[in-house]
């Protein structure tokens, strides 16, 4: 399926573990539970990773979509 916007993208994801890399050099990785039209998002059983090894368990987090550098479905 081709993808004609971002949100598009977003849409499939949903329900779907991601990789959220973040300006300050963090990486979360989750399900994606909801977004909204800023990329604001909330990921579920959230796991932030560093240096490709789980550093801590969150739980459910919530992300500012200004915050986000690249979001990449698994």
Same mark, same amino acid.
């Given at each position: 399926?081709?993808?004609?916007?971002?949100?598009?993208?977003?849409?499939?994801?949903?329900?779907?573990?991601?990789?959220?890399?973040?300006?300050? /050099?963090? !990486?979360? +990785?989750?399900?994606?539970?909801?977004?909204? #039209?800023h990329?604001?998002?909330v990921?579920?059983?959230?796991?932030?990773?560093?240096g490709?090894q789980l550093?801590?368990k969150? /739980?459910? !987090?919530? +992300?500012?979509?200004?915050t986000i550098?690249? #979001?990449?479905?698994?």
């Amino acid at each position: 399926m081709e993808t004609s916007r971002p949100l598009d993208m977003l849409n499939r994801a949903r329900d779907k573990r991601v990789i959220v890399e973040l300006k300050n /050099g963090k !990486v979360l +990785i989750g399900k994606l539970n909801a977004f909204d #039209i800023h990329i604001n998002i909330v990921l579920h059983d959230a796991e932030e990773h560093e240096g490709g090894q789980l550093k801590r368990k969150l /739980g459910s !987090v919530f +992300i500012r979509g200004d915050t986000i550098i690249i #979001i990449s479905a698994e």
